[in-house]
């Protein structure tokens, strides 16, 4: 079992930028790839960005390209999302998740372990 907990949350004005946490504690070894997905009011939830564990290999959805980077501390086991130029559509519930093995999956059924998520509010 893997336990996630996410954190790093708020509200933020448009433009701005917030850095999400997910720390990870359990069955946790290098070969894991973790991916944070989120969740608007009314919407299915989506993927967001993920990165392969031990070589960091990242992926990222059209939507948050070139403003959002996803990162990790080996050390720390600590996921990480550095949000910028955040947008009122970037509002959502943030989830990060985990999964065993090394290939970026952006379907949400394809991760078993989930954190508790933190929710992200960006006000125009």
């Known amino acids: 079992q893997v336990q996630l907990v996410d954190s790093g949350g708020g509200s933020m004005q448009a433009g701005g930028s917030l850095r999400l946490s997910c720390a990870a504690s359990?069955?946790?070894?290098?070969?894991?790839?973790m991916g944070w997905f989120r969740q608007a009011p009314g919407k299915e939830r989506e993927f967001v960005a993920a990165?392969?564990?031990?070589?960091?290999?990242?992926t990222y959805a059209d939507s948050v390209k070139g403003r959002f980077a996803i990162s990790r501390d080996n050390v720390k086991n600590t996921l990480y999302l550095q949000m910028n130029s955040l947008k009122p559509d970037d509002t959502a519930v943030y989830y990060c998740?985990?999964?065993?093995?090394?290939?970026?999956?952006?379907?949400?059924?394809?991760?078993?372990?989930w954190g508790q998520g933190t929710q992200v509010t960006v006000s125009s």
């Open positions: 998740a985990a999964r065993p093995g090394s290939i970026l999956y952006s379907l949400q059924k394809m991760y078993p372990y």
């Open positions: 359990g069955r946790t070894h290098s070969n894991y790839v």
């Open positions: 990165i392969t564990w031990s070589a960091g290999l990242t």
